[in-house]
């Protein structure tokens, strides 16, 4: 029979006669506390086995590694030196007593902790070492044993060099970990305590709204008593459960009668409704079909004119006359206005299909904001206007979200706002609206002071196709859709937008969005200056400006004085001069600019040598040299974000008396150059991969095997491994797991290590993480994804952009193109590649057939790889295909199809090899070659 919770409730004395929602707190409280009491006991008997485990491996770990430091030490029986490796492996946390014997059981060196460190001990008798019976660990394949203790243990290990020359006894104390157990436990048990007051705190309050909306219920229902009707069974249960059931069967009788009146109401209805459904229907597959067009259409246009804008870019290279080159401005200019307004057409026809996704993935805040201002910066300084930005401290930097559609919302907002703005500032500010654990809900506020919207016009600036004026689109262009794309595109962001403004007096733009939570990273440190307690100087006519000056410094601990002209910092200067560290002062503040004041200040004072920064709204030409002229150590321009002002403070405040001016650009010239190995046992993947990582400036060094790659980590440092996962004598996984063996015993930092690899099949990139690489990238590299984990690296303030897929050659092309954009547009750089291919191809060939005619089939798997990662630097043609297709038939085992395959391939070689050398000779003229 079924039962429920309160079926049992009568049956406990304590609760019964008590009100529902007191007997179910109580009932969810006991609950709770069994339940964490059960996990919490199974929990700290899961940690204490498995710390111990840890820690015996861990001792077993420093053992061996004092086995084998010492090995060579005792063959040559130099006791002092077994006595200073005894007495630092002591040090190892843990340890109580380390002992170092000879086969005999003689004691060599003897190391017991102390207060203070581990000291040397000589006591005079002798061990009594394992016999051959010692007891095994399961989970590690060595003669050892241990030997249990009180609040610890013993363990063995003996030392080997070809024969086995002694044993070491190393005694280990299990006490920080049982201290450390019986601290989790009591967290825990804090935390379990915690969770179930607040836990009952929550109940009771939505139980107490529930009961009095039973209670309500209730009463409405005693209303309906008046009519007359048959009774229904009451259920038995809480005394507010009981009143409902007989309120409710009073009022079954009338309610009864009315239901004949509805049937037949709802017969109408369906009728009225299966014909609206049909019209829906209709308007629907109309609606979907007008999208789908749309769609069609705008990408149809946008095809020709991505081809339009990319043979002009590279007509721009090419040797060009003036006039030339200002038709080819024009027409990019006009190419770029038409792409504009088809993406618009575009995404507003996928987001009325309902085929436009939200991409989930981590960015920073800040660096968004920041370069989409950037871009917006010209614009707005050619128009004479002062940009802006500030974001809320509070708001974490790392989001989980869809980067590129919230930069498209700000960057049309901020278009907008600059196009529709004469005079006066236009500004965004990012507020933090909530946040918890997993979300942040940011409120985005863009601020013009331009011609302003009606109030009766308000709603409609977000409609398709629509603007708040008809003349607005005769004299400021656009088509309308700007807006409600964004309107869409923050919805789907689930926020909101609105608007409101006062014509003649400037619009504000608000939107809200919800993004998750990303994780949480340290800002990068550019120097060693202290730069909290510094006093700064701030001179800007503009108020915006000053604050969020003003905001950027305090947060890093510093204390800016705010003046609004350039006189009074001037005075400010001349009165105390040794009161401030760093001056920044405005390039364009009326009367006085920020060059006049140091002008004045160096006529007037020219002892006085603080170091100035320029901030200006955007470079003019001739600022680098009149900075120099006036010994002006900083130079910064407009929209800079709080990482650009301390980065630029750090350079100027260390800086040394020099000739040259601090830039954003001299900013990122001076950061540390990368370190990066490169193993690849191919020569021309050797050839291209250096000479991309040297043209950002990297050092590198060259590895071509594993096992080299294995011996120059052992004496020298890099940032980045690019290993090939497939070499002779030791392949990249092999390499990868004993570079990482190695960091262990030495406690050395996790190195970063990236596969290369031809191969792009299912599992290889898994097989490539389990070994210990970080990383895996596919042959031939895409550059943008090689720079993109460079930035990643060596430049911390800057975030790895968007990837652009590289356009695949069709079928049986070859395209020069191609090769130079693999070569970064580096024609020299493609010409080398070409010949060290004409002059390693016979090899790779030779190596084939080799194989081939000695049956060797691991030979030529490992031919035909080596031979396919070459030839795809080239090709992806018919060439590429039939040396895939001989890896994978010799790698099968089955060799009997080799030999057509070897002759396919020699085929296509001879037609590809005349393409190749005739492409040398034309890498000045980029064209594009269809192989027969």
């Given at each position: 029979m079924p039962w429920s919770v309160t079926d049992i409730m009568p049956a406990i004395p304590f609760l019964h006669g008590r009100p529902l929602r007191v007997q179910l707190a109580l009932l969810f409280a006991t609950a709770m506390l069994l339940v964490a009491s059960i996990f919490l006991g199974y929990m700290t008997l899961k940690v204490s086995v498995l710390t111990r485990a840890s820690m015996e491996r861990q001792m077993h770990a420093a053992a061996e590694g004092l086995a084998a430091?010492?090995?060579?030490?005792?063959?040559?029986?130099?006791?002092?030196?077994?006595?200073?490796?005894?007495?630092?492996?002591?040090?190892?946390?843990?340890i109580r007593r380390l002992e170092l014997a000879d086969t005999t059981g003689k004691r060599l060196a003897t190391a017991v902790a102390g207060p203070h460190g581990p000291v040397a001990a000589y006591p005079r008798d002798t061990l009594t070492t394992p016999t051959g019976t010692a007891p095994a660990i399961t989970y590690l394949d060595a003669p050892f044993g241990i030997e249990t203790l009180a609040g610890g243990g013993v363990l063995?290990?003996?030392?080997?060099?070809?024969?086995?020359l002694g044993w070491i006894r190393m005694e280990y104390s299990l006490g920080e970990m049982r201290a450390t157990i019986a601290q989790i436990w009591a967290d825990s048990m804090v935390t379990a305590l915690a969770g179930v007051l607040i836990g009952v705190l929550i109940l009771w309050l939505f139980l107490r709204r529930l009961v009095a909306t039973l209670e309500s219920t209730a009463r409405f229902a005693v209303q309906l008593d008046k009519m007359s009707g048959g009774r229904m069974p009451v259920w038995?249960?809480?005394?507010?459960?009981?009143?409902?059931?007989?309120?409710?069967?009073?009022?079954?009788?009338?309610?009864s009668l009315q239901n004949r009146e509805l049937l037949a109401q709802q017969t109408r209805l369906e009728r009225m409704t299966d014909e609206l459904g049909v019209a829906r229907d209709r308007a629907e597959a109309g609606s979907v079909a007008k999208s789908e067009f749309l769609a069609n259409m705008s990408h149809e246009i946008r095809t020709p004119i991505n081809g339009v804008l990319g043979i002009a870019e590279l007509l721009i290279d090419t040797p060009l006359n003036r006039e030339q080159r200002e038709y080819l401005d024009m027409l990019r200019a006009s190419g770029d206005a038409m792409l504009s307004v088809v993406n618009d057409i575009l995404d507003f026809s996928k987001i009325e299909a309902g085929r436009l996704d939200m991409e989930s993935i981590e960015f920073s805040l800040a660096h968004l904001l920041r370069d989409a201002m950037k871009v917006q910066a010209l614009r707005a300084h050619d128009k004479g206007l002062n940009l802006y930005f500030s974001i809320d401290d509070a708001i974490a930097d790392r989001l989980m979200g869809d980067p590129s559609r919230l930069r498209q919302v700000i960057t049309n907002l901020v278009s907008n706002a600059i196009k529709f703005t004469e005079q006066g500032e236009v500004g965004v500010n990012v507020l933090l609206q909530e946040q918890d654990d997993g979300t942040v809900t940011i409120h985005v506020v863009?601020?013009?002071?331009?011609?302003?919207?009606?109030?009766d016009k308000l709603d409609l600036v977000f409609e398709s196709f629509s603007q708040a004026d008809s003349s607005v689109t005769r004299r400021f262009g656009g088509t309308g859709l700007g807006l409600a794309i964004s309107r869409r595109l923050v919805e789907m962001m689930n926020g909101r937008i609105w608007v409101e403004s006062t014509p003649g007096a400037g619009s504000v733009f608000h939107f809200t969005a919800r993004f998750g939570r990303g994780s949480a990273q340290a800002d990068p440190v550019c120097a060693t200056v202290d730069l909290a307690g510094l006093n700064i100087l701030v001179a800007d006519n503009n108020a915006t400006n000053r604050r969020i000056l003003d905001a950027a410094l305090r947060g890093y601990g510093m204390l800016p004085t705010l003046v609004e002209e350039g006189q009074a910092a001037l005075d400010a200067l001349l009165v105390a001069p040794t009161a401030f560290a760093a001056a920044i002062l405005d390039a364009q503040m009326p009367p006085l600019d920020g060059y006049s004041v140091v002008e004045r200040l160096r006529a007037a004072a020219p002892d006085i040598r603080m170091p100035i920064i320029i901030f200006t709204s955007a470079g003019s030409r001739g600022d680098a040299e009149h900075c120099r002229r006036l010994d002006i150590p900083g130079y910064l321009t407009k929209p800079a974000g709080k990482e650009e002002i301390r980065d630029m403070l750090h350079a100027v405040l260390g800086k040394r008396k020099t000739d040259t001016t601090v830039t954003r650009h001299t900013l990122r010239e001076q950061r540390k150059a990368l370190r990066v190995l490169v193993v690849e046992d191919n020569l021309i993947n050797q050839h291209l991969t250096s000479a991309l990582l040297q043209k950002r400036g990297c050092e590198v060094e060259i590895a071509e095997d594993g096992l080299a790659a294995v011996k120059m980590l052992e004496k020298q440092r890099f940032d980045l491994v690019l290993m090939d996962v497939q070499m002779p004598i030791m392949d990249g996984y092999e390499a990868t797991r004993r570079i990482r063996a190695d960091e262990h015993v030495r406690s050395r930092p996790r190195l970063l290590i990236v596969g290369?690899?031809?191969?792009?099949m299912v599992g290889d990139r898994e097989k490539a993480l389990a070994s210990g690489m970080d990383d895996y990238l596919t042959k031939p590299l895409n550059v943008d994804q090689l720079y993109a984990l460079l930035s990643g690296i060596g430049d911390e303030s800057a975030l790895p952009g968007e990837v652009a897929p590289q356009p695949a050659s069709a079928d049986g092309e070859f395209s020069i193109t191609g090769l130079l954009r693999r070569c970064c547009g580096d024609a020299h750089l493609a010409e080398e590649m070409l010949e060290a291919f004409f002059d390693d191809w016979p090899q790779r060939m030779r190596e084939i057939s080799d194989a081939l005619a000695g049956a060797d089939a691991a030979a030529l798997v490992s031919a035909a790889h080596t031979a396919k990662g070459?030839?795809?630097?080239?090709?992806?043609?018919?060439?590429?295909?039939a040396v895939k297709a001989l890896e994978r038939q010799a790698r099968s085992g089955q060799l009997a199809g080799c030999a057509a395959l070897v002759d396919i391939l020699s085929e296509r070689m001879e037609h590809l090899l005349p393409v190749l050398r005739q492409a040398v000779a034309g890498l000045d003229r980029p064209t594009t070659t269809v192989l027969s």
């Open positions: 430091a010492s090995a060579d030490a005792m063959v040559r029986e130099d006791l002092a030196s077994l006595e200073v490796l005894t007495l630092r492996t002591a040090g190892y946390p843990g063995w290990v003996p030392i080997m060099l070809g024969e086995k038995h249960g809480t005394a507010e459960v009981r009143q409902l059931g007989e309120a409710i069967n009073q009022a079954s009788v009338k309610l863009v601020t013009d002071t331009g011609i302003g919207i009606s109030a290369l690899s031809a191969n792009a070459v030839l795809a630097n080239f090709t992806e043609g018919e060439a590429l295909t």
